[in-house]
Every structure is written in structure tokens, then in C-alpha cells.
């Protein structure tokens, strides 16, 4: 299996998954997407693997969520990118074997949509967590919405939707976003202790603990579906996702007053 966006390793009873664009910040892209789907499906058959890591290359970032330079512009290239989305969803959620996400910094966007779908997170001390949906015209609707308010809680999770903060890794720790922060040169190494852990465990009674904990959020998959959809329209035919992503490449505030009065442009 060859891949050109991401790395796959298979050693020592574990895969790890690397998204290898550090000079874009570890954005995905469609071909992103197909190729994690890949990984870690592999991953799931290989009956070697009994745990994975999934992180991101460099110091900078483990992954800040779709590339804006990405042409995919037409509803239908939308519809089909969303499509890939689900599939990678499933095959992190219906493996069977626990994920490991590890990270340094920037968690942002669809990159802390991954974080949040993944089993277990370990972050260094650069770390930093958070959402980027209303910033852009949009919100995390691929189970960013549907999950988060069970890992944190529903009013934290309408603060990190709603204001689009970033949050260190120990503050990402205390409201159940990450389950331990140590200084980045210790990351490497808190992350083996963990894999060693868990591959001395019964793969079988992870598999079962993992699947029945999944049962109650695999409720969520009409929701998550309908979002889907419903970004998919936004993006091509909304004007504010037009607005905001201009901004963002433009380097500029967006100016959302626009939207609400028409008085003038939004205070810098």
C-alpha cells in the first residue's frame, strides 16, 4: 500500500499514522482522507496490530482540519469528499482496536473532530485545542456537534463551538478533551508506556469494551448524516462560508456584521 499525504508503520504490536503535510499545517485533503480510510482499515485487519497511534508530522501541528486550498468546490465534490468523511469515521470507530491519538500542537477544526473521535489523546505541552466552524461561516458537523457534548459536557461544548477558543493541553485535559499532558520531549515515551499497556491487555475484551461503548453514539449517525449534508450545501452555495474563507486566506477579520444588518463592516 503506497500512500503520498500520510505515513504507516506497523511494529511491535502497533500502527501508527502519521498525516505527513507539515508544511500545511497537516490539513487534510480529499487525497488525505482516502488515504487514512486505507490506513486504517488496514490497521483493523491486521491481526498484528493490537493498538494505533495516530498523530501528525513536525512540531507545529497534529492536524488544523480541511485544506482551504483544496479545490473541491461543487456540491457534488462536497457530497463525495463527505462521503470519504464517513468512511474514515467508521473505520476509527468500528475497528475494534484502540486509537491513540497523539498531539502537538495546533488540534483545530476537522483535526480536533479526529481527536475527539479517536479512543484515547496524549498531548504535549504545545498543544492546542479547539474549533474553527463559526469562524468560517460553519460549524463541526461531522461529529464534532454530536460528540462533544458527551465528552466535555453541554455547556463546555457550546463555549468551544460558540467562541472557537483554544485550549492548552492541561486545560484540554481537566474538561475531558485529552486524558494526560506532559512536556513535549516526554510525548514520545508517555505514549509507548500507554501502547505497552494496552497490548497486554486481551484484544478481544478491547474489542468488546470498545464496540458496546460506541453503541449509545452510533445513535448519533442520522444526525451526524443530516449536518453532512447540510455543509455540504453551505460551503458551495452559503455566503458567509464564502466570506469566511476569504478572510481567512486574505488575512483579514471577517466581517460578519454584513449578515446580521448590513451596517457596515465588522470592528477589527
Known sequence: MEFEDILY???????????????????????????????????????????IVFTGAGERAFCVGGDVQDPTRTAAQKRGLHHL????????RNNGKPIICKVRGYCIGGGNELNVLCDLTLAGESARFGQAGPKIGSAPLWWGCQ???????????????????????????EMGLANKAVPDDELDAEVDSWCE????????????????????TDQLYGAMQHGMELVAMNHVYGPEPQEGIASFQ??????????????GPEPG
Open 197 to 216: 499497556q494496552i497490548l497486554k491487555r486481551s484484544p478481544q475484551g478491547l474489542r468488546l469494551a470498545k464496540l458496546s461503548m460506541n453503541a449509545s
Open 9 to 51: 508503520e506497523v511494529g511491535g504490536g502497533r500502527a501508527t499514522i502519521t498525516i505527513n503535510r507539515p508544511d500545511r499545517l497537516n490539513a487534510f485533503r480529499v487525497q488525505t482522507v482516502r488515504e487514512l480510510c486505507g490506513a486504517f482499515e488496514a490497521a483493523a485487519d491486521d491481526e498484528a496490530v493490537g493498538v
Open 147 to 173: 460528540l462533544m457534548p458527551l465528552v466535555v459536557g453541554e455547556k463546555k461544548a457550546r463555549e468551544i463551538l460558540y467562541l472557537t477558543r483554544q485550549y492548552s493541553a492541561e486545560e484540554a485535559v
Open 85 to 92: 468523511h464517513d468512511r474514515l469515521a467508521a473505520a476509527i
Open 250 to 263: 486574505e488575512k483579514r477579520p471577517a466581517d460578519w456584521r454584513k449578515f446580521r444588518s448590513g451596517e
